[in-house]
Structure formats: C-alpha cells, structure tokens
C-alpha cells in the first residue's frame, strides 16, 4: 500500500518546524520528500529549554547520541521541577520524574506513607524517591543498566535543559543531513483548492509556489495555515490557567548547574529558572489583569541569581487549543495548535505527541480519511485537557491569600474531571490515571500532597501489613534511597566526565 502523500511541507521552522521535519524524513524518508519553509526575518519564539523524559524516546527515534545532544545545546539534566512559595509562603516541594518508594504488591507506596504520615512517623514525601533527592542534593546519574528497574537507582528518571537556539540549529543540521530541503523564505499567501478547501501550496514574498500533498503549520501563535487559511477556531482556557504574558531573559550563571527546574511563586504569576551550563534562563509568568509588564520587568530582574544577560523579551499568550488540531490536509504543531504555560515543560512534549500520532495515522492513498483526522483530534484534545488539570491543579490547591491572583486561583471553579481527581485522593489517598494521559500516579500524589493536599484515609490494604512493621518498612525505603544516593557524582561531575559543552 502507498501513503499517496509524496510531498510534505512543513511550514515553519521553530522547535515544533525542526522536530517534525526531522522525524518525518527520519522514519519516511523513502517514500517522501520533505520542505521546510522558515523566514529568518521573522525567526523563532527561542524560548522552550526544559523537557519532560519522554523527549528520549524521541532522540531515540532520531538516533541521537545523548552526549553529543546534550554538549552541542550546553544542556544540563532534570530530575524533575521544584515548586517554591505555590501551596503556601515559604513551603517547596519537588516533582520528581522517576520512581517513588517502593510499591508493595499492587498498593503503590504513598499509601504506605500516607499511614504513616497520619500515625506522624513519616518524614517528608521527598525523603523517598531518589530523584527528588539526588535534586535536593546536586546529584545526577541515569539509570544503570545492569540494576533492576524496581531498585532506587533503576527508578531514576530525568530530562533535559536545553538553550532552544541550539536545539533548533542542532534539529536542523539533523534534518538537512538527512534530506530535509529547507527554503528560506515568508509565506505571503496560502493558496486553497478551490472545490477541496485543502491547502494546495503556501507563495512566498518572491512568488515562487510551495506546492505539497500534507502540510504541517509549525508557524508559531499565528498559525498561518490552520487559523489564517482554514479558520479553525481556537478553544481558550484563559479562565482556568490566568496567566497570558511571559518575560524571558536569561541571566550569568553563578553556581554549578541544579539538576532541576524551579518554579518559585509570585504574587501575580511564577517565575521559572532553568540552568544550562554556559547561562541561566529565567522567566515571568503572569496575569496582566493582576500586574503590569513594567512591575513584572522590575520583579523579574529584582529575582536573578546573576547579572542578566539581555532585556527582558516579552510574550503574549492565550491558554488553549486548536479546535482541531488536524483540519484538511494541515497538521498543526507547536504553538500553531494551542498553548499551555510552561509550568511542567509540557510543550515539547506535545510536539513530540503530535508527531508520533501522525505517524501513527498517517494516511493512505494520500486521503485524508474522516477516521483517521477524528481520532488525531480526539487524543490530541484528551492529551490537552489532561495536561491542562494537571496544571490547573498547582493553581487552585493553595492555601495562599496574600494577593489578589492567589484569591482568585484559590476561589475559582475548576474542570469537573479534575475535580474528580481530587474529591478521590482527598479521600483515601487513591488514585486512577486514565489511559494514556502524559502523567502517571507519582506525578499527581506529589503535587497533589506538594500543593497541600492530604488525604484523610488511606487504601485499606495497607493494613495488611503488620502495624508493628510500617515504621521500619519506611525508615528501610528511606535509608536506603539516601544511601543509592550517596553513590551518585554530584550533576557537576556527571556533565564534565560525560558531556561537558565544547
Ligand atoms: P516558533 O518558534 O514561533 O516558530 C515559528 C516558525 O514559523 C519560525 O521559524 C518562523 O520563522 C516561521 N514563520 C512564521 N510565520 C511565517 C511566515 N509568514 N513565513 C515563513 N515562516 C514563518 N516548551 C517546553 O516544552 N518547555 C519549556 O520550558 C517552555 N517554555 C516556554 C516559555 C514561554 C514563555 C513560551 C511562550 C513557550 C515555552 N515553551 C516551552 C513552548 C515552546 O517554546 C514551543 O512549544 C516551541 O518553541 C515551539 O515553538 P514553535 O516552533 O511552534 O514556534
């Protein structure tokens, strides 16, 4: 059988442009050719420098070698995202990637903690996993292959920081090497069929006609082709995720590399810091019905841990997603196809969904079947609504009322399904992902009990074990999570030895 599809273009060529084009020619290759049309005059939002772990397998997909990736964007390595001021003043929390405690049978052992905490000889949830802390204490190592995968350092899961500049370009050189033809230039018209409605090519200022069979519009907040063109429509989100402008600016870096993202709250919004290892990226997330930008600017530089480096660039957003994110024969990624603050780095990751699940579906016969554009669409909008609770999640369970952000975070209504999520852990501590949405139990238990949240039972079954026994059951995971710990380097020594920048 033929896909039928011969030409792909892909308009745009920003994190979302260079991923798509570079797993497009990466897996079809053979039997497409793929464009890529990007105007430098217009150039890329340059921000987008922390990930979440699946982005391996997406590496993994290109083939990449993780030290030279990991040099070539003077990356660094993230255990997981430390959450500072947001359930309350003056309290932190980590979400940590990876493995927690040690399940027993079928309870997975925050029920084990939760007793524990209510009897009061439980330590902090943190003191349980090894990533969050190796994070507290600077150290960094994968997973070793040769451990068992239920044992503390088998559980570790990580990320990247990367400088988005130097991914892109690194994309790219990956994606022309491997056949990806790149034409610099600015779409000024996109050109319908007139009986289809589909796109039949995007013209450039100099004339010249990009004619293609798929069309993916990697073109930023605008979304040329699935907004301008196909007048999609946009769901916004805004009432539930208040935030809408960001200031990025990066900054000296000071100290050796945290292997962790921090997101310390502020009176109007968070502020995000990612170290990398030639800088540091910081950022101001907020609402401007609560703040000014020229406030935000002065809080924002008032928050640095060294001189910054460039004026603040600011950016303006509106929370929420494509109606639908395949329309015709337009795929939109990236920013084209919504938008969600960067509070769990889940954008790259949504590229990177977006580009598998078209592969998946991809069409055959070059028709764009109902089937397969209905079910992109479907899990595209489950993947968002999912992703969204989770971070209106961070927002609503707070117990702070210094500002009036805060009060309105605290007070507003939420979605019912993570309402659901909520009145169920409250109770007893349980939990149920749905299938296939981004973040598992671990996540949702550590923010959720991070954020404030502490259930007032737990799941029965933990009392299958020995009262008498809980205590040292839980001293043991500890003491022996702190002791794998011990016998990883610092972040420090891992970069340098494994994948120092050049
Ligand atoms: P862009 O980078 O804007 O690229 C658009 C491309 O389209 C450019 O190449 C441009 O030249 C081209 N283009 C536009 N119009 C035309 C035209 N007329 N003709 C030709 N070419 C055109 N994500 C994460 O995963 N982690 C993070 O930590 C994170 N932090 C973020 C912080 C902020 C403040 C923001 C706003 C986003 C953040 N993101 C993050 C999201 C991430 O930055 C984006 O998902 C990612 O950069 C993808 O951007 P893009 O490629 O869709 O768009």
Not at 117 to 130: C, E, F, I, N, T
Not at 135 to 141: D, E, I, L, N, S
Not at 431 to 438: I, L, Q, S, V
Not at 450 to 462: A, C, E, T
Request: with cysteine.
């Amino acid at each position: 059988m033929s896909y039928g599809i011969t030409h792909i273009v892909v308009v745009g060529g920003g994190t979302a442009g260079w991923m798509a084009a570079s797993a497009l020619a990466r897996v079809l290759g053979r039997q497409v050719t793929v464009r890529l049309v990007e105007s430098d005059e217009i150039g890329i939002v340059g921000v987008g420098e922390a990930t979440v772990p699946h982005i391996k397998l997406f590496n993994n997909l290109l083939g990449l070698n993780e030290a030279e990736f990991v040099a070539r964007t003077q990356g660094t390595f993230k255990l997981g995202i430390q959450f500072r001021d947001w359930g309350r003043l003056g309290s932190a929390y980590i979400h940590g990637f990876g493995v927690m405690g040690h399940d027993v049978g079928l309870t997975p052992f925050h029920q084990y903690w939760i007793k524990g905490r209510l009897a009061g000889h439980a330590a902090d949830l943190l003191d349980y996993s090894v990533n969050t802390v190796a994070a507290t204490r600077g150290k960094f190592m994968p997973a070793p292959t040769d451990v068992p995968t239920n044992s503390p350092l088998g559980g570790i899961g990580y990320a990247y920081h990367f400088d988005a500049a130097l991914y892109a370009r690194f994309l790219r050189a990956y994606g022309e090497a491997r056949g990806v033809h790149r034409t610099e230039g600015k779409v000024r018209h996109v050109e319908l069929h007139p009986e289809s409605g589909h796109v039949a090519a995007v013209v450039l200022a100099d004339g010249e006609r990009v004619e293609g069979d798929l069309f993916i519009d990697c073109t930023g907040f605008r979304g040329l082709l699935i907004e301008d063109a196909l007048k999609t429509g946009y769901e916004e989100w805004g009432h539930w995720l208040p935030c809408d402008r960001a200031l990025a600016v990066p900054c000296e870096r000071v100290d050796t590399p945290t292997p962790y993202t921090r997101s310390t709250a502020r009176e109007s919004g968070w502020q995000w810091r990612i170290p990398l290892q030639h800088r540091t990226g910081n950022g101001y997330v907020y609402s401007s019905s609560h703040i000014d930008d020229d406030e935000a600017t002065a809080k924002l530089l008032a928050n640095l841990d060294g001189r910054a480096l460039a004026d603040p660039r600011p950016l303006r957003f509106v929370t929420g997603i494509r109606k639908k994110a395949w329309n015709r024969n337009v795929v939109s990624l990236g920013l084209a196809s919504g938008f969600m603050e960067p509070l769990e780095s889940t954008s790259i990751h949504m590229i990177q969904m977006g580009i598998s699940r078209l592969l998946q579906l991809f069409p055959a016969n070059g028709q764009m079947d109902p089937v397969l554009v209905d079910r992109y669409n479907a899990q595209t909008r489950f993947e968002a609504e999912r992703i969204r609770d989770f971070l209106v999640l961070h927002y609503k369970a707070t117990a702070r009322d210094d500002s009036p952000f805060w009060n309105d975070c605290r007070t507003m209504s939420i979605p019912d399904s993570l309402q659901r999520y909520i009145d169920l852990f409250r109770h007893s501590g349980r939990f149920f992902r749905d299938a296939d949405e981004m973040f598992g139990v671990v996540s949702w238990v550590q923010v959720m009990i991070g954020q404030g949240i502490m259930p007032s039972g737990y799941d029965p079954l933990v009392d299958q074990m020995p009262e008498e026994d809980l205590p040292r059951f839980l001293a043991s995971v500890r003491d022996i999570v702190s002791k794998n710990v011990d016998l990883m380097p610092t972040h420090q020594q891992f970069i340098d030895r494994e994948c120092r920048a050049p």
